[in-house]
């Protein structure tokens, strides 16, 4: 398995306002994913963050919202942008190593008013 | 039709008891298959992935592949009051490229095992 971290774990934020969240893992791993978990749902993948490349973005999410780093094979940031309450859930990164199994970090509880 | 389709639960059992949990999907040549642990506020944790027809048992846990059928079930044996969570079914996207690994999620099933 990968040991995930993520930062923030939680946050409160304002209308209007950006947030980054970090993803770190403790070893290399092939791909990395960035999912939405809104209230009573199930996970919805936004994006896979490429290792020095642009993200691929799913349908419905878009890299002016959403846009997304991942600088070398343990680190990956997604930023929330001009965030609505809307954007309130839980956002969760993940990784793949060489196996097909994918593990999730921690998630991060995101709140907007 | 929904991609992947769990039960809609909530689905309870007693302490002791078997839970089967099932699961449909709809590309036909899908490859891999994942079920996920979430107990309330936590993170989805990968409980069972299983890869061909058939069975495959890990401890309680007992995944069951019918690719034919396109159905994938998890039956946890002994059920205890900490195995009350929601359990997610997660296929594996066929194709390489862009599809590479990712996952398509089911809605979750709610299971509670009571004393």
């Known amino acids: 398995s990968a040991v995930i971290s993520q930062k923030p774990s939680r946050d409160i934020c304002q209308r209007g306002t950006s947030l980054t969240i970090q993803c770190q893992v403790d070893?290399?791993?092939?791909?990395m994913f960035w999912y939405r978990q809104q209230p009573g749902q199930s996970l919805t993948l936004i994006a896979t963050a490429n290792q020095g490349s642009e993200a691929t973005y799913e349908s419905g999410f878009v890299i002016d919202k959403f846009p997304i780093s991942r600088p070398n094979l343990t680190f990956s940031t997604l930023t929330v942008s001009n965030m609505s309450p809307e954007d309130s859930s839980i956002y969760l990164c993940s990784a793949v190593r060489s196996s097909y199994e994918q593990y999730f970090g921690p998630g991060t509880r995101l709140t907007v008013t | 039709q929904k991609e992947v389709e769990q039960n809609s639960g909530p689905l309870s059992v007693p302490e002791g008891a078997i839970a089967s949990l099932n699961c449909t999907y709809s590309?036909?040549?899908?490859?891999?298959f994942f079920w996920y642990r979430q107990y309330s506020g936590k993170s989805p944790e990968l409980i069972m992935s299983?890869?061909?027809?058939g069975d495959k048992e890990d401890g309680r846990f007992t995944a069951q592949l019918n690719k034919a059928s396109q159905y994938v079930s998890l039956l946890i044996r002994d059920s205890q009051p900490s195995d009350s969570a929601t359990y997610l079914c997660a296929v594996r996207r066929s194709g390489g490229g862009t599809s590479y690994g990712k996952l398509t999620f089911g809605q979750g099933t709610i299971l509670t095992v009571h004393p």
């Open positions: 070893s290399q791993v092939t791909m």
């Open positions: 299983i890869y061909s027809n």
């Open positions: 590309d036909r040549v899908s490859q891999s």
